[in-house]
């Protein structure tokens, strides 16, 4: 893996962004990855990030994903935000200027509106199961039984697997001990991002969400996403929704089935380094 690097964050997400466009197709190693990861004796992160030569040729630029403990990602919210603003700086796009990324779950439009703040088409929601995945017929809401707890849950697709739990309260202890339970549940045979939502009012959410791969994180992306698109199908929001996480606010602009998502937030610069 190269020495170089660069740490970013979307509120509080965060990540080490690589530059692999001139060495491109290589296969990270999980463990150096994990490592890489880890907040003690590592560069911490939630996510790795490398940017490469696109393969689709309608595309500017690839980035990869892997989570913290290795593992690929097909798609990261906030990353890509963080992708854009590391390209916009670097001078290979330009400002207010819409660009095709492909990520690893296939191409998105990307549009840099300042030096810190960029809006993404996320595509289209997602709601089939056997695209999540989730082992379930179709149905609005899904309910299992967790160790006696019964969870009522939305799921969908934003390029990588989502179940969204509405609450009472997001601080709710029992919180705390249903997200790492609902991740790893075999409903979900590869594992998903689960959103606890609180609904605020018909335009704001407040979300916490436990990722597969990266634990709670104080922001994530696609769960924001998968939060205002499950909303809005359960008559729950609007078009337009702001979803508050503990690392700031993100904004979701859906029109509803046959639209894509767009997500308008922040992305942040910390330090360049190299190990």
């Given at each position: 893996?190269?020495?170089?690097?660069?740490?970013?964050?979307?509120?509080?997400?965060?990540?080490?962004?690589?530059?692999?466009?001139?060495?491109?197709?290589?296969?990270?190693?999980?463990?150096?990855?994990?490592?890489?990861?880890?907040?003690?004796?590592?560069?911490?992160?939630?996510?790795?990030?490398s940017i490469e030569p696109a393969r689709d040729p309608s595309c500017a630029f690839y980035y990869g994903i892997w989570n913290a403990d290795g593992s690929p990602?097909?798609?990261?919210?906030?990353?890509?935000?963080?992708?854009?603003?590391?390209?916009?700086?670097?001078?290979?796009?330009?400002?207010?200027?819409?660009?095709?990324?492909?990520?690893?779950?296939?191409?998105?439009?990307v549009r840099v509106l300042g030096a810190d703040m960029v809006t993404v088409d996320m595509g289209e929601p997602d709601f089939t199961p056997a695209h999540i995945?989730?082992?379930?017929?179709?149905?609005?809401?899904?309910?299992?039984?967790?160790?006696?707890?019964?969870?009522?849950?939305?799921?969908?697709?934003?390029?990588?697997?989502?179940?969204?739990?509405?609450?009472?309260?997001?601080?709710?202890?029992?919180?705390?001990?249903?997200?790492?339970?609902?991740?790893?549940?075999?409903?979900?045979?590869?594992?998903?991002?689960?959103?606890?939502?609180?609904?605020?009012?018909?335009?704001?959410?407040?979300?916490?969400?436990?990722?597969r791969g990266s634990g709670w994180t104080r922001a994530c992306g696609t769960g924001a996403c998968a939060a205002a698109a499950v909303a809005r199908v359960l008559?729950?929001?609007?078009?337009?929704?702001?979803?508050?996480?503990?690392?700031?606010?993100?904004?979701?602009?859906?029109?509803?089935?046959?639209?894509?998502?767009?997500?308008?937030?922040?992305?942040?610069?910390?330090?360049?380094?190299?190990?």
């Amino acid at each position: 893996m190269p020495s170089r690097f660069t740490k970013m964050h979307g509120i509080g997400n965060d990540f080490a962004i690589v530059d692999w466009r001139d060495d491109a197709g290589r296969v990270p190693d999980a463990a150096r990855i994990a490592a890489l990861a880890d907040r003690q004796t590592g560069i911490g992160f939630d996510q790795l990030i490398s940017i490469e030569p696109a393969r689709d040729p309608s595309c500017a630029f690839y980035y990869g994903i892997w989570n913290a403990d290795g593992s690929p990602s097909g798609q990261c919210g906030n990353g890509v935000r963080c992708v854009a603003a590391w390209l916009y700086r670097d001078g290979a796009i330009e400002r207010d200027v819409p660009v095709r990324l492909e990520s690893p779950s296939g191409p998105v439009t990307v549009r840099v509106l300042g030096a810190d703040m960029v809006t993404v088409d996320m595509g289209e929601p997602d709601f089939t199961p056997a695209h999540i995945p989730l082992d379930r017929p179709a149905h609005s809401t899904y309910t299992l039984d967790v160790d006696g707890d019964e969870a009522t849950f939305g799921a969908v697709s934003m390029g990588n697997p989502h179940g969204v739990i509405f609450v009472d309260d997001v601080a709710d202890p029992r919180v705390d001990q249903l997200g790492p339970k609902l991740t790893r549940h075999p409903v979900f045979p590869e594992g998903a991002n689960i959103g606890f939502a609180q609904r605020l009012g018909p335009d704001r959410l407040r979300l916490r969400v436990h990722e597969r791969g990266s634990g709670w994180t104080r922001a994530c992306g696609t769960g924001a996403c998968a939060a205002a698109a499950v909303a809005r199908v359960l008559g729950l929001a609007g078009d337009t929704v702001h979803v508050e996480l503990p690392g700031g606010t993100l904004t979701m602009a859906w029109e509803g089935p046959g639209h894509t998502l767009w997500m308008t937030g922040p992305a942040a610069f910390v330090f360049e380094g190299e190990v």
